[in-house]
């Protein structure tokens, strides 16, 4: 059993950064796709970002590409997410979550495993 610790989260103004950890303890890390997912207050879970098990592969959110990256250290076993131009619209909690299989990166459904997340909150 995996299980996943997300840390980093905050308060930050907009046009600001944030790195988003997320550390992972039990099973093989290194053999897990790991995603960033995030929801804000009344919405539903949207997909951030993934990554594939060896880092060779990364995927992200239209809304956030060029801004955000995922990137992963196996022999840490933690998965980072940096996040700059923060705008307030990311404001959201945001989970990192884990899966074996190598396609669907986007489909929260077929994540395994999750953390419980990290609130970041960026004002205007």
């Known amino acids: 059993q995996v299980q996943l610790v997300e840390s980093g989260g905050g308060l930050v103004q907009a046009g600001g950064s944030l790195r988003l950890s997320c550390a992972a303890s039990?099973?093989?890390?290194?053999?897990?796709?790991m995603g960033w997912f995030r929801q804000a207050p009344g919405k539903e879970r949207e997909f951030v970002a993934a990554?594939?098990?060896?880092?060779?592969?990364?995927f992200y959110a239209d809304s956030v590409k060029g801004r955000f990256t995922i990137s992963r250290d196996n022999a840490k076993r933690t998965v980072y997410l940096q996040m700059n131009s923060l705008k307030p619209e990311d404001t959201a909690v945001y989970s990192c979550?884990?899966?074996?299989?190598?396609?669907?990166?986007?489909?929260?459904?077929?994540?395994?495993?999750w953390g419980q997340g990290t609130q970041v909150t960026v004002s205007s």
């Open positions: 979550a884990g899966k074996l299989r190598q396609t669907l990166w986007g489909d929260p459904a077929t994540y395994n495993y």
């Open positions: 990554i594939s098990w060896t880092g060779a592969s990364t």
């Open positions: 039990g099973g093989t890390f290194s053999l897990l796709s």
